[in-house]
């Protein structure tokens, strides 16, 4: 399906002169879905149990990386890299995919702003889902996006039709909503006048918001009367989030983002993996939190990688069912770009240097730890280069510097 | 015109060039033999160089002077290990630097500090709407998470806005609009008594239901049904049938509490047994089912009740209500203190839902559950309950002043657009919380009428207030270019004082102009704050300025500290909530902040602070032998001391850094870039102090290390969870290898404050703190202006602070006091 693209990336390296490719990017078939799914760990990933010794593609699996060592091929460590600016701890987790210095307001993170580009395509541009957290999700005005933390919710707006009554209802609400957008703009237009300087900028926030919220419900409109992809699946999803069963929890919305992807719902996802207090994993007996500011302490460190065991083992279900999911020539991992990455590069102390990274899927050489000297180049390089994978071949995002250096496409 | 004026203010600035004056040559002087070789272009800590000071024309050099004033004024700089320069001619440059920073005052009043065009945040709409329409729900579920800044979440360059928030305003004034507007007839009231052994007959029938259908069953069925089940339950059931054989009544749920003993109930027990509620930690009051929430509403939820056999401390039963489905966490509706064999009826007026049920439960333990026979046997402390009545929906107006403010006497279904217009102009100031013109009115009566082709009239009206309710003019606070009208004043005191609406008064003084006047100003200010509605602003400030929403967050290690539970948790909040009340509610002095000879406390929190003679559960204020006790004031709260700690260690840098930031105003400068944090360690061998110590060690560290840590290291014998410690708490291997609890290395409670001086412990460092208490009222003012006018504030209104502080002084110190005398400054009236 797309080896045209395959093919001519191949023989053109990632060196190739920027115009070309946009304009290539342009001409890429709709039916080539490629997706990205963000996931973040916000206490960090203790890095002895995480963290490969050695660099380069002979590296001796660590304890969670054995979990998945069998999709070795499929992923690559990425270890060294930071925010540039970004630091406060805890308070970092919201710059994480928006690599935004933590003195600026915040900005579109990486999904929001990939959503711009491919989220037409889809009834629903991108989908902020929750195993516990998303502060991940921000939008271009520095808001953070909502997620849903019920998947029997995201069922029901993903595959259970609505009745033709309701339907109708749906309609006109959605008519009657775009008149009001269109009358409070108006409205604030006159108001307008009589403000000073800095009140009109935030009023100016209001109206961008108002004008694209309008667009939303246009198409909104435009999909009322799609029908909704059928599946095998059933709505066994929980219908009230139960936060201590966090392995339960995650496990659906792992099944969520499949099932999403594979009917074509939403091509970008993000969600977070977290639970502030205790938790049902067998063995653990202290809050998540507080286990992750272990202080060294033996017992404290065993339950943290229970912990995040359980975390591992599920990217390794998802890991299996994307592949196992057949898609054109390949599966569905090879068109889906994942990546896990936290705001603290070690929970024990705050630290947000040093960040853990694991992008796995996409069109990228994988089976490798790339080791970066300390500090030498920002994440947000890496989001330059997943874009460039979709085709939108901006310069930079946020404070980066370029694409990522050796993180090549295949 | 407005821009012409501008113009000329800048034009004026410039060309008066000739006035302007000029750095002196004693401050070059000054500043090149005292700062230039750190805060130069050789070096340049901190980021800050002296040479680039100027002039002041705009804001940020006018900040750069004040870091350098207070820099001086606190001693801070140049630092003690560096040349030290004369007081007088400190005082002859900070005199320099204050008044130019006030000539720049003058000259750049009304281009800085400026209001922020704010919208209302989750809170306030919440209460907004509360006051407005007289309805009751969670309404802002769904708005995203405000954003917070200088500590506080109404700030309005913060306060973002989004797409997903706009479709939730549009949602939520449906939900809103829906409830509100109502037709129907006035719900009848319903009141109904009874005891638990409601629950017995239920149980009951549900037996008698189930045998009854086995006996239907042939043995065929029987076979299968049997089958059917694991081994357990097969078990059970046979046993089941054989006992209700013998005594249909032989289960039940409540034991009968008769003479001092407990009793199996039974069927044709009077109406007055009083019934043992033990069993479980928690049981739905499951009213019958006429009683079931049809209509949503106030209810008045009624219990009688006592406490058996628990020598001193009585039972605190928790009310909640939430729906009865599992993962929905029930809202609290009140607590009962039982006596021991005093019999009392506790109420609670509770707004339920549709389908919402009231719960009780014992607040501090979850007993066992047993069998009935079991049960019959325990020894235990135990709830006897003699009755619960339930009555409701409790309407005292019909319809509700909501459905009034919006319709008034009109029938929605046969409205028209004459009325429409004159609904409106009744309405739309209340919304809007301003005078609206009539221009504005019939804008919005044509919306009506442009609805009103294609759905019914009721409908086209909820949609036109639908609209109004989306409108900036609602959902922002609106205030005029260049100065704060009565209406915008109004406005900010009921944001301020009630984190709400203005009502029918404050508007009516409004429209008059006269809420301006002082008198009526200060008269205003007093019947707010005897208004239940103050109590959210006490609430909300005190929350969010020292972070109590933090407490819980992080669970304290349960190896380390054992002894931390619920009950514990809930006081230290309480405490905190309750000592900020106290000191407002009776205009103590701020120096109670600081230290203080008394605190809030129950037995739980009491215990935890080794303060004897507090018997029970109720918090109450309790004076302090001083002699005995270490604590008094904020910083000994266990609240304050567990928030700034992980769970598992304290640090005092993040201790530190929090007092500077909340207590003393003094905020540190942020980290720099390049240094790794220290890693915590509670294997014992080292010290969060000897590390520190280490890492002042290090020259960049030093700098603000010797600055920041200071402030922490005097709390070091205050645990995670606030308890007195000589010793940290560390983990060893005890017997069969397992850790244990176990002493760590002492604590060593002693460090110099550079501007301040040394401290051996605690207590001296507290002493330091009080002789400098003035940071603290200024951090007071600043604090409460800061949340008072939803703006972070800067060097122009320093001045306004000043004044607030000196004037609260002079007076009586007290909180209370600040609070007036910050609204009748001219800060509060600043555009």
């Given at each position: 399906m797309n080896s045209n693209r395959r093919n001519f990336l191949k023989g053109a390296g990632v060196t190739l002169a920027l115009p070309w490719l946009e304009t290539f990017a342009a001409s890429v078939p709709q039916n080539i879905q490629q997706r990205l799914l963000l996931i973040g760990v916000p206490l960090g990933l203790y890095k002895d149990a995480f963290l490969p010794k050695e660099s380069g593609s002979s590296y001796q699996a660590s304890e969670y990386l054995s979990i998945i060592n069998q999709f070795r091929n499929n992923y690559t460590i990425i270890s060294g890299l930071e925010h540039e600016g970004v630091n406060g701890g805890h308070s970092a987790e919201s710059r994480l995919f928006t690599a935004v210095p933590s003195h600026m307001k915040n900005k579109s993170s990486l999904d929001q702003y990939l959503a711009q580009y491919i989220g037409k395509n889809t009834r629903f541009d991108s989908l902020a889902l929750s195993a516990g957290s998303n502060n991940f999700s921000w939008t271009a005005g520095g808001s953070m996006v909502p997620a849903e933390s019920k998947m029997a919710n995201i069922y029901s707006k993903l595959f259970v039709e609505e009745k033709a009554a309701s339907k109708a209802k749906v309609l006109a609400k959605l008519k009657h909503g775009q008149s009001i957008m269109d009358f409070v703009f108006e409205d604030a237009k006159s108001m307008s006048r009589k403000l000073t300087k800095s009140d009109r900028q935030k009023l100016e926030e209001y109206f961008e918001n108002v004008r694209a919220t309008e667009k939303q419900l246009l198409k909104a409109e435009s999909w009322v009367n799609k029908p909704k992809p059928k599946i095998n699946a059933k709505n066994n999803f929980s219908t009230e989030a139960r936060d201590a069963d966090i392995v339960k929890n995650y496990r659906e919305v792992c099944d969520m983002t499949h099932l999403a992807f594979q009917t074509d719902s939403t091509r970008i996802i993000t969600f977070g993996y977290f639970r502030q207090n205790d938790v049902v994993v067998p063995g653990v007996k202290s809050a998540y939190h507080a286990l992750s500011h272990h202080g060294m302490d033996k017992s404290n460190i065993e339950q943290l990688n229970k912990i995040e065991s359980q975390f591992f083992i599920g990217l390794k279900n998802l890991l299996s069912k994307l592949k196992n999911s057949k898609e054109g020539n390949g599966s569905m991992l090879d068109n889906t770009t994942i990546v896990v990455s936290s705001n603290l590069g070690n929970g024990n102390n705050h630290s947000t240097k040093n960040l853990p990274v694991i992008v796995a899927g996409g069109r990228y050489k994988h089976g490798q730890h790339l080791a970066y000297r300390e500090g030498r180049y920002p994440l947000s390089n890496l989001f330059v280069s997943i874009l460039h994978q979709f085709g939108v071949m901006d310069k930079s995002f946020a404070t980066s510097t370029g694409p990522l250096k050796n993180f090549e496409l295949v | 015109m407005k821009k012409l004026c501008f113009l000329i203010i800048v034009s004026c600035f410039t060309t008066s060039a000739s006035e302007t004056p000029v750095i002196p040559k004693e401050l070059t002087a000054f500043l090149n033999d005292y700062c230039i070789q750190c805060h130069g272009p050789k070096k340049s800590k901190a980021d800050f160089r002296v040479d680039q000071l100027r002039i002041i024309e705009n804001a940020s050099q006018?900040?750069?002077?004040?870091?350098?004033?207070?820099?001086?004024?606190?001693?801070?700089?140049?630092?003690?290990?560096?040349?030290?320069?004369?007081?007088?001619?400190?005082?002859?440059?900070?005199?320099?630097?204050?008044k130019e920073l006030s000539r720049a005052r003058k000259v750049l009043k009304g281009h800085t500090g400026e209001v922020v065009l704010r919208r209302l945040n989750r809170f306030e709409y919440d209460n907004t709407i509360e006051d407005l329409f007289g309805v009751q729900g969670s309404f802002t579920d769904s708005f995203p998470e405000d954003a917070q800044e200088d500590g506080f979440d109404n700030n309005g360059a913060a306060l973002m806005l989004s797409t997903a928030q706009i479709q939730a305003y549009m949602s939520s004034a449906e939900k809103v609009l829906n409830k509100t507007i109502k037709t129907g007839q006035r719900p009848v009231h319903k009141s109904d008594e009874r005891n638990l052994q409601m629950q017995n007959k239920g149980l009951w029938g549900q037996h008698a239901k189930r045998q009854k259908s086995y006996k239907s069953e042939t043995p065929e069925q029987t076979r299968i049904r049997l089958d059917k089940l694991p081994p357990k339950e097969r078990k059970k059931q046979l046993e089941d049938q054989k006992k209700f054989q013998q005594d249909p009544y032989w289960d039940f749920i409540y034991p009968a509490w008769e003479n001092g003993k407990l009793r199996a109930p039974r069927p044709n027990d009077p109406e007055t047994t009083e019934y043992a509620y033990y069993r479980t930690s928690f049981g739905y009051q499951n009213p019958r089912s006429s009683m079931y929430i049809q209509k949503p509403g106030w209810y008045k939820f009624t219990i009688n009740a006592y406490a058996v056999r628990t020598q001193v401390e009585g039972i605190r039963l928790k009310i909640t209500h939430s729906s009865p489905r599992p993962g929905i966490i029930p809202k609290l509706s009140g607590y009962a203190y039982l006596k021991e064999n005093t019999p009392q009826e506790y109420s609670f007026d509770v707004y339920l839902e549709k389908g919402e049920r009231v719960r009780v439960q014992e607040a501090d333990k979850g007993s066992k559950w047993m069998t009935a026979k079991e049960g019959l046997k325990y020894q235990g402390p135990m709830t006897i309950i003699k009755s619960i009545k339930f009555e409701g929906p409790i309407v005292k107006q019909w319809p509700g002043k909501g459905h009034t403010n919006l319709l008034g006497n009109t029938d929605i279904n046969k409205l028209n657009k004459d009325q429409v217009r004159e609904l409106l102009s009744n309405f739309a100031p209340k919304l809007f919380r301003r005078h609206v013109g009539s221009a504005v009115i019939e804008k919005y009566t044509v919306l009506f009428e442009q609805f009103a082709k294609t759905v019914s009239p009721a409908e086209a009206y909820k949609l036109t207030l639908k609209a109004m309710m989306v409108s900036p003019r609602f959902l922002y606070h609106q205030e005029?270019?260049?100065?704060?009208?009565?209406?915008?004043?109004?406005?900010?005191?009921?944001?301020?004082?009630?984190?709400?609406?203005?009502?029918?008064?404050?508007?009516?003084?409004?429209?008059?102009?006269?809420?301006?006047q002082q008198k009526i100003l200060k008269e205003q200010i007093s019947r707010m704050l005897q208004d239940k509605k103050s109590e959210r602003f006490l609430k909300d400030f005190t929350k969010q300025w020292l972070q109590t929403y933090k407490v819980g967050e992080i669970m304290p290690d349960k190896q380390l500290y054992p002894k931390y539970d619920k009950?514990?948790?809930?006081?230290?909040?309480?405490?905190?909530?309750?000592?900020?009340?106290?000191?407002?509610?009776?205009?103590?002095?701020?120096?109670?902040?600081?230290?203080?000879?008394?605190?809030?406390?129950?037995?739980?929190?009491?215990k935890h602070y080794g303060i004897p003679g507090v018997?029970?559960?109720?918090?109450?204020?309790?004076?302090?032998?001083?002699?005995?006790?270490?604590r008094g004031g904020l910083m000994t709260h266990a609240s304050i001391l567990n928030i700034t700690s992980n769970g598992t260690t304290t640090s005092p840098v993040v201790r530190g850094v929090w007092l500077m930031e909340h207590l003393l105003g003094i905020p540190p400068s942020p980290p720099p870039p390049d240094v790794p944090p220290i890693e915590p360690d509670i294997r014992g061998a080292t010290t969060i102090k000897e590390q520190l110590l280490k890492h002042r060690e290090i020259q960049t560290c030093k700098e603000c290390h010797k600055k920041i840590d200071p402030f922490g290291v005097a709390l070091e014998n205050f645990g995670v969870t606030g308890a007195w410690r000589l010793n940290y708490e560390a983990l060893k291997p005890g017997k069969n290898k397992r850790m244990q609890l176990a002493k760590g290395k002492a604590v060593e409670p002693d460090d110099t404050i550079p501007s301040m001086g040394s401290y051996k412990n605690f207590d001296e460092f507290r002493k330091l703190i009080f002789k400098n208490r003035k940071i603290v009222y200024h951090n007071m003012a600043h604090k409460l202006a800061t949340?008072?006018?939803?703006?972070?504030?800067?060097?122009?209104?320093?001045?306004?602070?000043?004044?607030?502080?000196?004037?609260?002084?002079k007076k009586d110190k007290g909180l209370q006091t600040m609070v007036y005398e910050l609204i009748l400054n001219p800060i509060f009236r600043k555009p």
């Open positions: - | 006018a900040e750069e002077w004040q870091l350098v004033l207070d820099n001086l004024h606190l001693g801070e700089m140049p630092p003690e290990d560096e040349k030290q320069a004369d007081t007088k001619l400190i005082n002859k440059v900070t005199e320099w630097i204050e005029a270019a260049g100065k704060v009208d009565d209406y915008a004043l109004a406005s900010r005191l009921s944001y301020f004082l009630w984190r709400s609406t203005p009502d029918d008064e404050l508007l009516k003084l409004a429209k008059q102009k006269k809420i301006s009950l514990l948790e809930e006081a230290m909040v309480e405490e905190t909530q309750s000592f900020i009340k106290e000191v407002f509610r009776n205009n103590l002095s701020i120096d109670n902040l600081i230290d203080s000879d008394w605190s809030i406390l129950n037995e739980r929190l009491a018997k029970g559960l109720q918090m109450r204020k309790v004076k302090f032998d001083k002699a005995a006790t270490i949340f008072a006018l939803g703006r972070s504030l800067d060097f122009s209104d320093r001045e306004y602070l000043d004044q607030i502080v000196m004037a609260t002084a």
